[in-house]
Structure formats: C-alpha cells, structure tokens
C-alpha cells in the first residue's frame, strides 16, 4: 500500500479520498484558508479599587486571552471613583467596536455568573453525576452562593445552602455527597464534617501578606481558609486545588462565553 507520509501531488483514479486534515503527515503544509471577514474576539475587565485577589485574576485573565488570540482591554479606576465616571467608561467600552465582552470587577463584589459556570464544568469534567445528588452550598452571596444554588437545581440536585445563621453547621455539612465551600470563614470545616468520598471544591481566594514573594502577598482559598485541606485530604474523594481549581476554570468559562 502507498505511504501515508507520501507528499507526492500525482493523484490516481483508483485512490481512496484523503485523510482528515488532522491525519496528514506533519511535512505536509496546511491547506490555505478561505479568506473571512471574522473579528477578533475582544475582552474587557474595569477594575475599581486594589483588591489583590482581583489583580490576580485579572492577570491570569489576560494571559489566557493571550493564548487563544483574544485581544484584552484592563481599565484600573480608583476606588473613590465616582458612579457618573465609572457608568462613562462603561459605555466608552459598549461603544468600542473591538470590545465583545465586559467585567466589572470592585472593591467588594464580583459581578459575574462565569465562577458558577466553573463549578459546575468542574464537576462534570471530573465524571461526578450530580443528578440527585445532595449537595450543600456553604454561603449566600449573591455572587456566588445564590447562583450556583440556582443551577445546581437546574441541574436535579437537591441543595442545602448553609450560612452565618444555620444552626448545627456540621450535621448538615456531613451529610454532603458534594460541598462547594464559598463562605470566607478561616478553617470553618474540618475534616471530620466531610463524608468520605464527597467532592469538595474551593471557591474563594484569599491574599495575605509575604515579603518572600515578588507581588508582597500569596493567594490561599477556601481549601486553606474555609477547609481544613491537610485533613480534608484524608476523607474527600476529590478535593479542588488552591491556586489551580477554580479560578482557571472560570477564566475558561469567561472566554467561552466571550
């Protein structure tokens, strides 16, 4: 039979259709494309204020926009910026053409459903059914806690959202066959409060000060804030990483959606 890393352009009348482009031999060149009047995908991100963990996520926002050739626009306000100025930027960006997609991220809130759409995606690229499954949601912001409680229902689950004021915290956390942690609380459940097997997955991201890194701060989450990770470690069948978990995943979902 003929080779298949042939690059001979003879053809015969009795051979076979070629391969898929992803078959061809790499010596073969690519077959040229039709010329298109798509535009570049373009994402941005305004800022109000310094939080550190927003600076982070920006930052891997736009590295991941690098790599899949979507052009970023970062606008950085003060925190004292005033509503009129910051509504004017806004629309500055509505109005620029190259512009596709916007986040505002501010001093205390994170508007954006694109980290429960991570929660979610993480899950189910991990091959954890979540159908029926009796999930517990500790926190309710409206940021992240509401709305992924709001999917996970979509999605036939039953849910239990566990907050400042639940009483017996751990007999509820306990009984969890998934525990997606997003309250902000130092340590607030340990290893024992876990069901062993249950999938755990980190939503915060915290920053405290370290003069031994170049930025002045390191990030640490949930799995080191809210979890205790070393003795969750013991019992969890899946457990997110800190940096590494969900914040990746919710920058995918955003050039997803962009």
């Avoid at 989450?221 to 069948?237: N, Y």
Wanted: neutral net charge; glycine residues 8%; proline residues 8%.
């Amino acid at each position: 039979s003929p080779s298949r890393t042939t690059t001979t352009a003879h053809s015969h009348t009795a051979a076979p259709p070629p391969p898929p482009p992803q078959q061809y031999p790499t010596a073969a060149p690519a077959p040229p494309r039709p010329s298109t009047n798509l535009e570049v995908p373009g994402l941005a991100v305004v800022i109000v204020g310094k939080r550190k963990d927003s600076q982070s996520y920006v930052t891997m926002k736009r590295q991941a926009c690098a790599e899949v050739g979507i052009k970023s626009f970062d606008l950085d306000l003060p925190e004292d910026v005033s509503e009129s100025e910051l509504i004017c930027k806004v629309h500055e960006l509505n109005a620029n053409p190259d512009v596709h997609g916007c986040i505002l991220k501010e001093i205390k809130f994170f508007f954006s459903s694109f980290i429960e759409q991570g929660c979610i995606e993480l899950l189910s690229r991990s091959g954890i059914s979540i159908k029926g499954e009796n999930v517990v949601v500790v926190g309710r912001s409206n940021t992240v806690g509401l709305p992924v409680s709001l999917l996970l229902l979509k999605d036939d689950t039953s849910v239990t959202v566990v907050h400042s004021r639940t009483k017996e915290p751990e007999s509820i956390i306990r009984q969890a066959d998934i525990i997606i942690a997003a309250a902000g609380q130092a340590m607030m459940i340990k290893g024992s409060w876990i069901k062993p097997g249950a999938a755990v997955i980190d939503v915060g991201t915290n920053a405290v000060d370290d003069s031994s890194k170049k930025s002045g701060y390191r990030l640490v989450g949930c799995i080191t804030e809210d979890v205790d990770f070393h003795e969750a470690c013991k019992v969890a069948g899946w457990i997110t990483p800190v940096p590494g978990g969900v914040g990746p995943m919710t920058v995918a979902m955003l050039l997803k959606n962009t």
